[in-house]
């Protein structure tokens, strides 16, 4: 039976009959392998197929005649050689068809991502296993060898690999839909608990519900301590890069941010009887402006800074910092309130000197004193200006040659006795050229002012309803009132218990190139100690210092990282018909060369702000510079020194170190300063001042 079993498989010819497809060519197929085939197998063969159409035609096999075929293959099994290999194939053909049903599984559930098969083409599954049997069994190998198993391998890795991949993508995408509706659910679980549904409705409508937040932040991104010029150029500076930032200005100063210079200038030549209230006044040019830099609709109240949609610039007036944790990143008010802060500008600024004579006096003289400084200042000398018979103010520097100027004006129509006394030997006199200041000298006196240079101030005591004043000299002046214009002490109180740096020789906080005390604090203004690259350390007490090292440090506490390489300038006006300004290092002390030219209409503080359109000059040109400074001879006259008690109309005045020109007065020169500001860059030295002095024009009628 072995033997007749062998003799029944198929040859090469029927294999290849096999293969082929379509009606006609398996019945060649057929026909060939029965050619081949002796006589007495050819009835054998008829007569199986009668019986594989019977069994086909009641419809058991459900594939007629290769079921048929197929059935008697196995039967024919049977022992030995022969029965094994028989054995094999029909596990083979159970592992084929357990592969189906998985492929057939994977199929349907595709099904939905799939276009819809056409016809015999979606049938991607063959298998000579899977396939209802023909009269001749076919494969690529010997049936259970390589070939086979191959087949196998690659229909059950296909399978699983694509169930893997299909189980992955719905898993990913399943979890990633449970992972954005737990994000939202905790956001609004927290906001929830952040904000009462009052609060959050006032959010959304951007106005503050009073009753349910506290009046002072915990927190605040920038902290600026102090509210003067400084941090108020900080404070936009920040708001300008970033335009989301919540800015909280701590300030003593009762008043909002304000220019302080018009205190001391055109404020007293306001013809508005109401300007203490409205603190608006004139420029030179004519144009009104109001001291303050924003209406109070430009801040953000304190309360809502945290809530507000787009941030903003809030200010908490007439509160004080005592107490700076640095480790901690926490500051502590006067009233024990902590606020805490990612970084945070210290921007106090400082307060007036006073004279030793005048601390020794009692509570009487002290009453009788104003240490100019703030609007409240302003106000209270203002009254008193229309209510005493003499005012003497003590400093003939800046502040104190501008009010003795401004109170001059009013000494002719009230008949108010207006006195300025000073140690040194003229107006200006640590600033500007002997001869300089003795021309100004004239001028302030011409103003109604009693000038008494060379007065150095012994003590002060209450005399009868007056004051009296005695000086070293034996000299004795009585007055009904002080005022102090001698300087300006940096507010540092804060350094002790920050741990901060105090410049033992300028005073002020040490910071770097950048304006940075720590890696998280930065100083401007009056308070900063910084160094010049060209002029060594400095500490300036200017406006224009302020406006440009406040914006530096905003910009640098927004990622900037820039340094303060910025020569600042400062000017001074007595009176809208004479006026100067000046850069890098004015001291009387060094060298000068002045050179001087008539002036003409053109040349006053008043034609000056006409032309920049600003009262505030520095506000035109604070970080101008020129490109390019090229001196070479030219034709046009040559200015000359004039000699003394000549008029010096318009001039410029170098000042000399090392024979390098370190700064610059342009008297009654204005519009001019990135010219200055480029020489003193360039540090070189000149053999000829006067040709240097044409590049600032000062020959033009």
Not at 148 to 177: D, F, H, P
């Amino acid at each position: 039976m072995g033997v007749e079993s062998r003799r029944r498989r198929p040859g090469p010819v029927a294999a290849v009959a096999a293969r082929r497809g379509g009606r006609g060519r398996r019945r060649g197929g057929r026909n060939m392998a029965a050619a081949a085939a002796p006589p007495q197998r050819r009835r054998g063969r008829k007569t199986a197929r009668k019986g594989r159409r019977r069994r086909g035609s009641s419809g058991q096999w459900g594939g007629g005649n290769r079921r048929a075929g197929g059935a008697c293959a196995v039967l024919s099994a049977g022992s030995g050689r022969r029965g094994r290999e028989r054995r094999e194939e029909t596990g083979d053909m159970f592992r084929c068809r357990v592969a189906a049903a998985a492929a057939g599984g994977l199929v349907r559930a595709l099904r939905p991502l799939s276009p819809a098969p056409r016809g015999r083409a979606a049938a991607v599954l063959q298998c000579h296993h899977l396939r209802c049997p023909s009269r001749s069994l076919t494969s690529s190998g010997v049936p259970g060898k390589a070939g086979s198993n191959l087949l196998l391998y690659l229909i059950v890795g296909g399978t699983v690999t694509g169930t893997g991949a299909y189980y992955v993508y719905r898993t990913l995408k399943e979890n990633k839909e449970r992972f954005t509706s737990r994000v939202t659910t905790i956001t609004t679980r927290s906001q929830e608990k952040e904000l009462s549904p009052s609060d959050t409705d006032a959010a959304s409508q951007g106005t503050a519900a009073p009753g349910a937040r506290p009046e002072v932040p915990s927190h605040v991104p920038f902290l600026l301590i102090g509210g003067g010029t400084a941090a108020f150029a900080a404070a936009r500076s920040i708001r300008a890069r970033d335009p989301g930032a919540r800015v909280l200005i701590v300030s003593e100063d009762p008043a909002l941010p304000y220019m302080r210079p018009p205190l001391s200038k055109e404020l007293w030549f306001s013809d508005d009887p109401n300007v203490t209230e409205t603190l608006r006044f004139k420029q030179w040019n004519g144009k009104e402006r109001s001291i303050y830099f924003q209406p109070p609709s430009f801040y953000v109240p304190v309360r809502d800074l945290p809530f507000v949609e787009n941030g903003g610039v809030a200010v908490l007036c007439g509160k004080k910092v005592v107490h700076m944790d640095v480790r901690g990143n926490i500051v502590k008010l006067s009233d024990g309130t902590q606020i805490s802060y990612d970084k945070c500008l210290i921007a106090t600024g400082g307060s007036p000197r006073n004279l030793p004579a005048i601390e020794r006096a009692g509570k009487d003289v002290q009453q009788r004193l104003t240490l100019f400084r703030k609007i409240e200042d302003f106000k209270s000398l203002e009254k008193i200006s229309r209510e005493v018979k003499s005012i003497t103010i003590i400093g003939g520097g800046f502040l104190g040659s501008e009010l003795a100027c401004a109170l001059g004006r009013r000494a002719r129509t009230r008949g108010l006795e207006v006195i300025q006394l000073f140690p040194e030997n003229g107006n200006m006199g640590k600033v500007l050229p002997e001869y300089l200041s003795n021309w100004t000298t004239e001028k302030v006196r011409r103003e109604g002012v009693n000038v008494m240079p060379n007065a150095v101030v012994k003590s002060v005591s209450v005399c009868g309803n007056r004051l009296m004043i005695k000086l070293k000299d034996g000299r004795k002046v009585e007055t009904d009132h002080i005022v102090a214009a001698v300087g300006l002490e940096p507010n540092v109180e804060l350094a002790k218990s920050a741990g901060l740096e105090v410049d033992s020789d300028f005073g002020g906080f040490r910071v770097n190139a950048e304006l940075q005390a720590r890696s998280n604090i930065w100083v401007a203004g009056d308070a900063a100690c910084f160094y010049d690259i060209k002029l060594g350390r400095r500490r300036v007490e200017h406006h224009d210092h302020a406006v440009v090292s406040g914006r530096l440090a905003g910009e640098n506490m927004t990622g900037a990282a820039k340094p303060y390489w910025h020569q600042s300038m400062f000017w001074s006006d007595l009176g809208p018909n004479v006026g100067y300004e000046a850069i890098g290092l004015v001291d009387s002390s060094l060298p000068t060369v002045g050179v001087f030219a008539k002036a003409t209409a053109k040349d006053t503080p008043k034609s000056a702000t006409e032309q920049s359109g600003t009262g505030i000059r520095s506000e035109s040109e604070t970080e101008a510079e020129a490109s390019e400074v090229h001196i070479s001879p030219s034709f046009s006259p040559t200015p000359q020194v004039p000699k003394q008690g000549e008029d010096y109309g318009k001039g410029v005045i170098f000042y000399l170190r090392d024979k390098v020109v370190v700064g610059i007065v342009l008297w009654n020169i204005f519009n001019r300063m990135p010219i200055a500001r480029k020489i003193i860059k360039d540090g070189e030295e000149h053999d000829d001042l006067n040709e240097v002095a044409k590049l600032f024009n000062i020959h033009e009628e």
